[in-house]
């Protein structure tokens, strides 16, 4: 259940890039407010101290603000921002207010809370301007009274948001009404609670429907029969449920599919996934924990864009498996581990696949030290992610031999320390250093900060151990010298936190 959740808060929450983050000072005083230059165009700002007073009136070039709900009292003055990013949006109806003599909003995103939007929305039609709004995150559901207020931005093209259980039907009524609207192109939604086929019924009527993501939602009966050749549809996402063949080619007949993910999906057999095979639009894959994937299905897969294939903890993956996908012509992102039949071969067999960039291996007990020396071979590696799996140490130096890698996490492994640590930093082409260890003193993760400030470090502890109150008391410290480091770090971390 954790996992779901994490999965859904980071793929239905908008996330900032660390490159959005590391050009947005962060204000958290009126001092520090004070101390930007006028010509600021964007700030991360939130409010520590709610008796501050924080005066904007010389920033006339302020576009761009990230903050918080609780700090938006602060912000009501502001009538230049046209891009807002608002996290923990806890009453919609009462924050949404100090927004309301705002007009020049473009865009607007809504991450994490606890309420549904309803009046709320309304302290925004003022922004006849906005093209943009994106709410499509755990908490804040939109209902059809949100859905009405939204038809008063007549200039929407693109609109994310989630749809909660009791009004779901009625909110996706509204929704298709909303297509009258000429500019509306791209329509991303997640669902909660259970689905039913009228809800889709009504989604499908929308052409530009690009995104559904069903992780959260229950399926009690087929609703994929509404969305058979659907043109719009891009990704389409389920958790846990159980799907039929046919309702995979339902999915298939959506000529212009680039994502799926069948994440502990039941019911998938090779018959199933052979409805997919020569798919021509799709580019990412996500078959991890289902067991009926086996390589008389894989031997036969050829879709022709396919890049991303994620086929961790599938129990029919071994060598034979694995020399088939090598024939995939543009693949570059491959997952795999996690059952017993990936070995030294299947190893061996990956690293002769030169258009690989990015390499994800979980629980990959059955390698030797001779399938981790193949690993080595993989120079040309850009991202290796190794989870809950222990390198050999005296191989564990020699990581330093890939030096394309621009992320490396090494989540579950034992062997890291202080001195490996700072090896893996010399790495000349790294941004991105993730391990969980009671080994790593502060000391170096303080100098690995001052020498490398262009690499994240994440470090974790493992769990239900002593170390973590003295973990904790480093993340303050480091929190104090290296706020923008620490903060971009965060950033960097959101594709991968969800596996802790």
Not at 319 to 345: C, I, R, T, Y
Request: glycine content about 6%; overall charge negative; aromatic content about 8%.
């Amino acid at each position: 259940m954790y996992r779901l959740l994490f999965l859904m808060a980071l793929m239905c929450s908008a996330q900032i890039s660390s490159a959005q983050i590391a050009e947005m000072p962060l204000v958290r005083s009126s001092t520090e407010l004070a101390a930007l230059p006028p010509d600021t165009r964007a700030i991360e700002f939130y409010a520590e101290e709610s008796t501050d007073e924080y005066s904007f009136e010389r920033f006339d070039e302020l576009t761009n603000i990230r903050t918080d709900g609780n700090s938006l009292f602060h912000l009501s003055s502001l009538k230049t921002v046209t891009h807002l990013e608002v996290s923990s949006l806890n009453h919609p109806n009462v924050e949404l207010w100090n927004l309301r003599e705002w007009a020049n909003l473009e865009s607007v995103s809504f991450s994490l809370g606890t309420k549904t939007f309803g009046l709320g929305l309304q302290f925004l039609t003022r922004n006849t301007r906005l093209k943009r709004f994106s709410a499509r995150t755990i908490g804040l559901y939109l209902t059809p009274q949100a859905v009405r207020y939204l038809a008063e931005f007549s200039q929407l093209e693109y609109l994310s948001g989630c749809l909660a259980e009791t009004t779901a039907p009625q909110t996706a009524r509204a929704l298709a009404e909303l297509r009258t609207n000429e500019h509306l192109a791209q329509v991303e939604l997640g669902c909660s609670g259970a689905m039913v086929p009228e809800t889709v019924q009504e989604l499908a009527k929308l052409p530009g429907l690009s995104v559904l993501d069903l992780r959260g939602a229950k399926l009690l009966e087929d609703i994929t029969e509404p969305l058979q050749r659907h043109a719009g549809l891009r990704e389409v996402a389920f958790y846990n449920h159980r799907l039929s063949p046919e309702m995979l080619k339902n999915l298939a007949s959506c000529p212009n599919l680039q994502r799926l993910y069948l994440t502990y999906c039941k019911g998938i057999s090779d018959t199933g996934l052979l409805e997919l095979k020569d798919h021509p639009s799709i580019q990412q894959l996500d078959l991890s924990d289902v067991d009926g994937v086996t390589s008389t299905a894989l031997k036969q897969l050829r879709c022709p864009k396919l890049q991303n294939l994620n086929l961790a903890n599938c129990s029919g993956i071994e060598a034979q498996s694995v020399a088939s996908l090598a024939e995939l012509p543009v693949l570059k992102e491959m997952s795999v581990g996690g059952n017993e039949g990936f070995d030294d071969k299947s190893m061996a067999l990956i690293a002769r696949m030169k258009g690989l960039s990015s390499l994800r291996l979980y629980r990959v007990e059955g390698l030797s030290e001779e399938g981790w020396t193949e690993l080595l071979k993989m120079n040309w590696l850009e991202d290796l992610i190794v989870y809950s799996s222990d390198i050999p140490p005296d191989l564990l130096p020699r990581l330093t031999e890939l030096e394309n890698l621009e992320t490396l996490s090494l989540r579950g492994s034992v062997n890291m320390s202080d001195d490996l640590f700072r090896k893996l930093t010399g790495l000349p082409r790294l941004r991105y250093l993730a391990c969980d260890t009671d080994c790593l003193g502060e000391d170096v993760q303080i100098e690995v900060h001052e020498q490398h400030p262009g690499i994240s470090q994440v470090v974790r502890p493992p769990r239900n151990t002593s170390y973590q109150a003295q973990w904790w008391k480093t993340q303050e410290k480091l929190w104090e010298l290296f706020p923008e480091q620490v903060r971009r770090e965060r950033g960097d971390d959101s594709e991968y936190w969800w596996q802790d």
